[in-house]
């Protein structure tokens, strides 16, 4: 019988319905639960297959080490955690899956910025609080929502998912992805920027939805926030690296942002001394009652995850018996 392994997420005491299922006749399925590639050595050299989440780190010196390996599959969406050039020189495909919570991710950016632009977050955390008044005044101004500008950072799957519903509610939609083929705009019916600084000047709500690379990392900092009106709002459901959440704390402690909803973060679980946590945690910090933090949870639900899973473990058994693969991405 052939084994796959799953790195990370997976609790140990998983029954791992989903996986094994797919793989019934096929191959063996062990949880590890470990953190780094550290906990992975002496325990992953005789995988037929890989299940990484995003806590483990598939690194050259790991990869290096699979004897067997015919694939790794990247449960979820972004792949930044493998290191793919060396998978790529072993031989090994890496997948990743990247639909499953294409309407889960897509509902928590709007739902963040409903929460932000309407106040109701604003407004729960102060009243919570015992701070001013009963009063509709303790958050204003607020602004109608039509027209105004939600800016896309990335047209993908999601971000066209979340470009959709904004549309739906009012805002004029607009995009930046210099990778997106001309087209996608009229078959949207949002509009296009060639350049970052056009989309960021505009955006009301700046929506981030593009992957983690060496182009992306770092994209949205400072400067860039800098950019965009004063009394805007950022989101962020794609990846931690992408957005500098220093800046963002920065910019709602100065005032110049009116809210950021995140639910990314740089470590995950953060560090105790994490500035952004102790700044969301703390009451008479200027950005707290501004500040939406999600705990990497709006790719879950019942349904979406059971799917990542499945199809997770599905391309498993494609590898194992020599199949057609799909969504490879090195």
Same mark, same amino acid.
């Given at each position: ?18 996986? +094994? %299922?797919?793989?019934? !006749?096929?191959?063996? *399925?062990?949880?590890?639960?470990? /953190?780094? &590639? ?33 694939l790794i599959a990247r449960a979820g969406v972004g792949y930044d955690n493998v290191d793919l050039v060396a998978a790529r020189e072993r031989g090994i495909p890496v997948v990743n899956v990247p639909d ?33 008044d009963w009063s509709y005044t303790e958050s204003t101004p607020l602004r109608r929502l039509r027209g105004r500008v939600f800016g896309v950072v990335g047209l993908g799957r999601i971000g066209m998912a979340?470009?959709? +519903? %904004?549309?739906?509610? !009012?805002?004029?939609? *607009?995009?930046?992805?210099?990778? /997106?083929? &001309? ?65 963002v704390i920065e910019a709602l402690a100065s005032g110049h942002l009116a809210g950021a909803g995140i639910d990314v973060l740089e470590t995950e679980p953060p560090v105790p001394d994490d500035l952004v ?54």
């Amino acid at each position: 019988m052939h084994k796959v392994v799953i790195t990370d997420f997976i609790d140990v005491q998983d029954p791992l319905e989903p996986e +094994r %299922a797919a793989l019934d !006749g096929v191959a063996d *399925v062990v949880a590890l639960e470990a /953190r780094d &590639d550290a906990e992975l050595f002496g325990r992953v050299e005789d995988a037929d297959a890989l299940i990484t989440f995003h806590y483990a780190v598939i690194t050259r010196r790991l990869i290096e080490r699979l004897d067997r390996c015919r694939l790794i599959a990247r449960a979820g969406v972004g792949y930044d955690n493998v290191d793919l050039v060396a998978a790529r020189e072993r031989g090994i495909p890496v997948v990743n899956v990247p639909d499953y919570g294409t309407e889960e991710v897509a509902n928590s950016a709007i739902a963040m910025t409903l929460s932000l632009v309407r106040g109701t977050h604003y407004y729960c955390s102060r009243m919570r609080a015992g701070l001013g008044d009963w009063s509709y005044t303790e958050s204003t101004p607020l602004r109608r929502l039509r027209g105004r500008v939600f800016g896309v950072v990335g047209l993908g799957r999601i971000g066209m998912a979340a470009a959709l +519903r %904004a549309r739906a509610l !009012g805002f004029d939609v *607009v995009f930046y992805d210099p990778y /997106r083929q &001309d087209g996608f705009d009229k078959t949207l019916g949002v509009r296009r920027v060639d350049t970052l600084e056009a989309l960021l000047a505009r955006s009301f709500v700046l929506s981030i939805h593009c992957d983690l690379n060496d182009s992306s990392r770092g994209l949205i900092g400072r400067d860039a926030l800098a950019r965009m009106p004063r009394d805007s709002f950022v989101v962020n459901t794609a990846r931690a690296g992408v957005l500098d959440m220093d800046a963002v704390i920065e910019a709602l402690a100065s005032g110049h942002l009116a809210g950021a909803g995140i639910d990314v973060l740089e470590t995950e679980p953060p560090v105790p001394d994490d500035l952004v946590v102790a700044a969301w945690r703390d009451p008479d910090h200027p950005a707290h009652h501004r500040l939406i933090l999600n705990p990497h949870a709006a790719f879950y639900s019942v349904e979406g995850l059971e799917e990542m899973r499945t199809k997770a473990a599905a391309a498993c058994r494609a590898a194992i018996l020599g199949e057609p693969l799909r969504n490879v991405v090195n």
